[in-house]
């Protein structure tokens, strides 16, 4: 955000500025870039500063485990080294065939006790443990070996966090009793993670907030507690206890777009914080992607364009744009294009690796998508996106168990991804075991209750579970979502009828409807779930309605102030459509309406489809009549 602001117009005028070596040069930055700390801390901090920049460049130098060491000696391993921490160091003479002792050698790391831990500041303590976390992800990732290998998952764990854990808890046990207690808030955040890694949710988030609250310009801080809000009541809860800020408005935004919130208010605090920051890469990336989840898929593109315009070097985001690109019809040429900007920009960033995976998929390329893919879980295997896409193309693979693996590594990751909710229930779906695909298909149904293809699953699980009640309700919601996505803003609302009159009927949220552009496969599976379950009259006041989306609405049926020309006018003859009107043709026969069985039929014929089958309906209905003609003209036996 350093380089959203917009440009001074006084930039000639530096001579009258407040000069660098004054106090008051220092005193607007004091609070953002120096957290708040106490006496006795910043003493600390003067006494141990050649240690800590010593420290400083190790962490640079990605030496964590010297850099821990050069702050707590304490954690320097007494022993050679040995990741398993399980057994103390111990020789023992085993006997062996040739009656030589065999030194077995498990080293741990000496704990020195507490009174011989040395006093260290605030920012000193975080230095240091955070790099020995870091080295434990480091070492974790190397002992999980290849992507979806036997070691890489759960399995493996970082072994630093127990000792990170102890020191923490000394440590803020020791400070409790102590008068002087200001913190700066990064020991609460490094204390927040540790009990993230071990399932400690509820407890985290305690943490993080007292973070935030104590230093409101760590990032990761709000990052980290994004992760664990999983419904906008929980986030409205949270907020009350922070206090308002930039920072803290920022994360009302960036929470808001990880749960699929593509309102009209939070746009507003989007332009709103745009006026203060009007260059921001990543307001415009949360506007872009705000409409990617409400599938407006041409101006989300149009912003990732702007972006890349202002913004050629930077690759965050990116990833989303090429979804967007790949689900887009014609933009394959433009696909192509942005792999080939972000391999030239950086080849070794996950994003990159997500691009040019999406590239080849667009192609049929499955086996390379998979390799590049796995490439950017090897950089970085937190990666979200990067799991939820690899499932994709194992599904294409026709490797239902890694797809499974896949989708399951990226809920682990983000519990509010319902594309990987979804392919897990399509991967149970393809085992046939029904009852597991259907609860995660309700679970992507919560997370994205807008979508018409979320409901159609989880109406399409009900269905082969057997339980077709629920089903058709299910089904009913997806023709709801969709009504609600297309329609809303012409007034057409959401409720569509049927033309039955029946006293149940009439309380159903779908019996408003007398046209318009409905899903005519998700009409005709409501129909069949109800002659199934022997509703004859519902059934066919379904079809009737599939057969209606042919044709858009009767003029006398659209809202008044709405122009006719922004009403859809039908999808036209389907194969569905067709399906339906041979079940109403067939229903119309059976109740001996021949006048309405034969325009059917001979609307069948005109249309191409089972031809056959309605001529048999004809001549069936001519046969009844006794081969009277009357009403029949025009018949197509020929």
Known sequence: MLNSLPESETEDNLDEDTEIDSPEGDASNDTIFNPPSSTTDARLQRKELPKFLMAKSLFDCREYDRCAATLLPSLIPQQPINRDQGQPYTTIGRATGKGEARATASPRIVQTPASQTPRLSQKSLFLALYAKYIAGEKRKEEDSEMILGPADGPITMNKELTTISTTLDRYFSERSSEAETQSDGFLEYLYAVILLKTKNEALAKTWLIRSVSLYEWNWGAWQELTSLIDSIEELSEICQHIKPSMPAFLFQIHCSQELYQANDQIHDKITQISNVFPNSAFLQTQRALLHYHAKDFEEAARIFTSIMADHPYRLDSLDSYSNILYVMEGQRPRLSYLASIASATDKFRPETC?????????????????????????????????????????????????????????????????????????????????????????????????????????????????????????????????????????????????????????????????????????????????????????????????????????????????????????????????????????????????????????????????????????????????????????????
């Open 354 to 638: 997500c691009i040019i995976g999406n590239h080849y998929s667009k192609s049929s390329e499955h086996e390379k998508a998979v390799m590049y893919f796995r490439r950017a879980l090897t950089l970085d295997r937190s990666f979200l996106s990067a799991w939820t896409l690899m499932g994709h193309e194992y599904l294409e693979l026709k490797n239902t168990q890694a797809a499974i693996e896949s989708y399951r590594r990226a809920v682990d990751a983000n519990k509010k991804d319902y594309r990987a909710w979804h392919g897990l229930g399509l991967g149970y779906e393809i085992l046939d075991m029904n009852s597991y695909a259907l609860y995660y298909f309700q679970r992507a149904a919560a997370l994205q209750p807008w979508d018409p293809k979320m409901w159609a699953a989880v109406g399409e699980a009900f269905k082969r579970c057997g339980k077709l009640g629920n089903a058709v309700k299910a089904f009913k919601r997806a023709l709801a979502a969709q009504s609600h996505a297309e329609n809303g803003d012409l007034g057409l609302g959401v409720s569509f009828a049927a033309s039955t009159a029946s006293s149940a009927a009439a309380l159903d949220p779908l019996m408003g409807a007398v046209g318009g552009r409905l899903n005519a496969d998700v009409l005709f599976e409501i129909a069949c779930l109800y002659e199934q379950m022997d509703d004859m009259h519902e059934a066919a006041a379904y079809m009737e309605l599939c057969l209606a989306q042919e044709d858009g609405p009767e003029e006398e049926d659209i809202p008044p102030g709405v122009m006719p020309s922004a009403v859809p006018t039908g999808i036209g003859v389907t194969q569905t459509t067709s399906r339906a009107r041979l079940w109403l043709s067939r229903w119309c026969f059976a109740r001996q309406e021949w006048q309405r069985a034969t325009e059917l039929a001979n609307e069948l014929c005109q249309d191409g489809f089972e031809v056959e089958e309605a001529k048999a309906l004809i001549r069936d209905v001519r046969a009844r009549l006794g081969g009277d003609a009357v009403g029949l003209e025009g018949t197509h036996l020929a």
